[in-house]
């Protein structure tokens, strides 16, 4: 095996659909870059990894040579995102004017949650995002054995209206994430993506999250909003740059 793994680096794994190198560590140096992308392909080549990504903060992106590298690797990059931040401890009540029911898998069927998924990922500003039945499987093995419990089907009045995927970063016991979230377009328009986003926050917090972490694309305005409205700080930008032999996948 490379040795991708003994980096100091955040990898996100779920081969054999998608590998993401979120954080490149304390790699500073062209060098040191130049081995980690050679280590990458080491690695994904021996898994058979479909997609694979590396993201870069703004500094890593705009004030060296990585962009460069990556080009002549054969990445490309595909979006820009914003990075927000919310304490959990301080929460506001749920909205008053919608009561959602989540129910896990062992609730429903992982049927009906990627039918639901598929429905409520149309016409997604989410530049990143590759299909249902990729991240679903990819999001299995990234979150092991317990990832049922993080896939929940939203309800209104016994119907689906959407999914939400709470979860514990892998690697922290405290941070909260969203591996998705949506309604399907006929309901949206009325405030329900902010109280979706509110109510989950509220189950990150039940799950033992301190505090969230949320990213959305530069251009995924309406996602910007929900963040703010919610009481999300902006964080930080990042690039993230896709290996161009998976972009039709």
Request: with cysteine; aromatic share 10%.
């Amino acid at each position: 095996m490379s040795t991708l793994s003994n980096r100091n680096i955040k990898l996100v794994d779920g081969s054999p659909e998608y590998v993401v190198v979120e954080e490149i560590g304390d790699i500073q140096t062209d060098g040191a870059f130049e081995q980690l992308l050679s280590d990458l392909e080491t690695y994904t080549t021996t898994k058979q990894t479909q997609s694979v990504s590396i993201v870069l903060n703004e500094q890593e992106a705009t004030k060296s040579k990585f962009p460069q590298k990556l080009k002549t690797s054969g990445f490309q990059l595909v979006d820009s995102q914003y990075f927000y931040k919310r304490n959990l401890a301080d929460l506001p009540p749920h909205d008053g004017n919608v009561q959602f029911d989540l129910k896990p898998l062992k609730q429903t069927s992982p049927d009906l949650f990627k039918r639901v998924w598929q429905e409520a990922s149309a016409d997604s500003l989410n530049a990143s995002f590759v299909s249902v039945d990729r991240e679903f499987e990819g999001m299995k093995k990234e979150l092991g054995p317990g990832y049922a419990n993080s896939c929940l089907t939203v309800f209104v009045n016994d119907d689906p209206v959407g999914v939400t995927m709470p979860q514990i970063e892998p690697g922290t016991t405290d941070e909260g994430r969203l591996f998705y979230f949506g309604i399907i377009p006929k309901y949206r328009g009325q405030g329900w993506g902010r109280a979706l986003h509110l109510q989950s926050l509220h189950y990150l917090r039940k799950m033992g999250a301190i505090y969230y972490i949320g990213g959305t694309g530069e251009h995924n305005k309406p996602m910007q909003h929900i963040f703010e409205a919610n009481g999300c700080c902006i964080l930080e930008k990042k690039y993230t740059y896709k290996l161009k032999q998976d972009m039709k996948k």
